[in-house]
T-cell receptor, first 117, second 111 residues
Framework: DVKVTQSSRYLVKRTGEKVFLECVQD?????MFWYRQDPGLGLRLIYF???????EKGDIPEGYSVSREKKERFSLILESASTNQTSMYLC????????????????FGQGTRLTVV | DAKTTQPTSMDCAEGRAANLPCNHS???????VYWYRQIHSQGPQYIIH???NNETNEMASLIITEDRKSSTLILPHATLRDTAVYYC????????????FGQGTELSVKP
């Protein structure tokens, strides 16, 4: 089974800290995504990547950056954490290559609940 | 990607069929309809997808209207564990790009 693993389930960080959220997938998927989920706002796309070293902004990239140095790993970086970045962060991956089973389907990690104090 | 519209919430009696509607009137010819669900405190989970034909798998059935402007997800015998938020998404099948979630429908299955 596909596994998308996020490094932490819960994190508490201080305002102004640099925060790294790590995500690893084990199915050789090309695409990886970072979302945040807030009550009443649903899932909002922050950044996504369709290849190593490639990235594209989602709907709410401000205050975030990403890194994809290896295919299996996609990191979300909060350069200077703020209290309005307190949220649930979800990572996902999907495959698009021809012949792949379940092409187009996205697999999600369990999420990281980040609290910035 | 086309926008979708879903009811905010629905109730269903345990053991009955749950029919969750989705409108996607601006869907284009190469966009598929995907359904995901999110059980509380977990990441979203894929359920089913389709282009224009009806689809069925072990979890659910997907009925897409002939004009493709709307679809219905059917859980044939809802259980308490099907209580979740259900998301309808339209996207190009093999596109590496954005997967955009709307607000979804909060389904409550009641005993």
């Amino acid at each position: 089974d596909v596994k998308v693993t996020q490094s932490s389930r819960y994190l508490v960080k201080r305002t102004g800290e640099k925060v790294f959220l790590e995500c690893v997938q084990d199915m050789d998927h090309e695409n990886m995504f970072w979302y945040r989920q807030d009550p009443g706002l649903g899932l909002r796309l922050i950044y996504f990547s369709y290849d190593v070293k490639m990235k594209e902004k989602g709907d709410i990239p401000e205050g975030y950056s990403v890194s994809r140095e290896k295919k299996e790993r996609f990191s979300l970086i909060l350069e200077s954490a703020s209290t309005n970045q307190t949220s649930m962060y979800l990572c996902a991956s999907s495959v698009t290559r021809q012949g792949a089973i379940r092409r187009g389907e996205a697999f999600f990690g369990q999420g990281t609940r980040l609290t910035v104090v | 990607d086309a926008k979708t519209t879903q009811p905010t919430s629905m109730d269903c009696a345990e053991g009955r069929a749950a029919n969750l509607p989705c409108n996607h009137s601006t869907i284009s010819g190469n966009e598929y309809v995907y359904w995901y669900r999110q059980i509380h405190s977990q990441g979203p989970q894929y359920i089913i997808h389709g282009l224009k034909n009806n689809e069925t798998n072990e979890m659910a059935s997907l009925i897409i209207t002939e004009d493709r402007k709307s679809s219905t997800l059917i859980l044939p015998h809802a259980t308490l564990r099907d209580t979740a938020v259900y998301y309808c998404i339209v996207r190009i099948y093999n596109q590496g790009g954005k997967l955009i979630f709307g607000q979804g429908t909060e389904l409550s299955v009641k005993p």
